[in-house]
C-alpha cells in the first residue's frame, strides 16, 4: 500500500492567514491525489482532485500544487468556514489510501 | 443532482450480521464506482472497498478482504456493505462515496453519502 504523511497535524492560525498543507507519498503517484475537507459531523468533502483541479463550487482561494510524491494545499485568505480538518488521498493504485489529517484551528 | 443516501444507525452485539446501505439519485448507477470508507477516531479514513455497479467487478484493501462483503443492486441504484459476524472493533463511522467521474483524472471519492454510524458492544 502507499504511505500518505501529511504535515503539520494541526495548526493554529487566524482569519485572513495563508495556509499550506504538505502531503507526501511514499513512492510516486504522478498527479492522482485529492484534497478533502472535513467538519465535525459530516462526512468529508472534495475540494482538489489530479492534485491542482478545483472541484465545482469550492472558492478559488483553494489551491493545490505537487506532483510524484510531494503536494501542497494553500488556502490564500482563511474563512471563518474553512476551520476544519483537511485529508490527502492518493488515487494511484489500490487500495486507495488518505493521509492522517491536519487540523487547522482558530488561533 | 447526485445523491447518496445512507441507512441509518446501527446499534449491534458481538457476532451479529449487518447489511448496510447507500441508495444513489440523480445519474445512473451502473456508470460509476461506489467505494466504501471507514472512520474512527484512533485510525482516520480508511479505503476498504468498490465496486462498480455495471457488472459487479469488486476491490477489496487487503485490510477487509474477507471481513466485509460489498455488493449492489442494480434494479433499485442500491450499494451495499455487509458483515457475516460483527466485533467490537468494527464499532465506526461508514461511508459510501462514489467516484467523481469515468476518467483516471477524476477516479477518487468526489461524492459522499452521509454516513451509517455502526455500534457494536455486548
Known amino acids: 500500500d502507499i504511505q500518505m504523511i501529511q504535515s503539520p497535524s494541526s495548526l493554529s492560525a487566524s482569519v485572513g492567514d495563508r495556509v499550506s498543507i504538505t502531503c507526501r507519498a511514499s513512492?510516486?503517484?504522478?498527479?492522482?491525489l485529492a484534497w478533502f475537507q472535513q467538519k465535525p459531523g459530516k462526512a468529508p468533502k472534495s475540494l482538489i482532485y489530479?492534485?491542482?483541479r478545483l472541484q465545482s463550487g469550492v472558492p478559488s482561494r483553494f489551491s493545490g500544487s505537487g506532483s510524484g510524491t510531494d503536494f501542497t494545499l494553500t488556502i490564500s485568505s482563511l474563512q471563518p468556514e474553512d476551520f476544519a480538518t483537511y485529508y490527502c488521498?492518493?488515487?494511484?493504485?489500490?487500495?486507495?489510501?488518505f493521509g492522517p489529517g491536519t487540523k487547522v484551528d482558530i488561533e | 443532482e447526485v445523491q447518496l443516501v445512507q441507512s441509518g444507525a446501527e446499534v449491534k452485539k458481538p457476532g451479529e450480521s449487518l447489511k448496510i446501505s447507500c441508495k444513489v439519485s440523480g445519474y445512473s448507477f451502473t456508470d460509476y464506482w461506489i467505494a466504501w470508507v471507514r472512520q474512527t477516531p484512533g485510525k482516520g479514513l480508511e479505503w476498504m472497498g468498490i465496486i462498480y455497479p455495471g457488472d459487479s467487478d469488486t476491490r477489496y484493501s487487503p485490510s477487509f478482504l474477507g471481513q466485509v462483503t460489498i455488493s449492489a443492486d442494480r434494479s433499485i441504484s442500491t450499494a451495499y456493505l455487509q458483515w457475516s459476524s460483527l466485533r467490537a472493533s468494527d464499532t465506526a463511522m461508514y461511508y459510501c462515496?462514489?467516484?467523481?467521474?469515468?476518467?483516471?483524472?477524476?477516479?477518487?471519492?468526489?461524492?459522499w453519502g452521509q454516513g451509517t454510524l455502526v455500534t457494536v458492544s455486548s
Open positions: 488521498q492518493q488515487y494511484s493504485s489500490y487500495p486507495r489510501t
Open positions: 462515496a462514489r467516484h467523481l467521474g469515468a476518467y483516471d483524472s477524476s477516479a477518487f471519492e468526489g461524492y
Open positions: 513512492q510516486g503517484i504522478s498527479n492522482y
Open positions: 489530479a492534485a491542482s
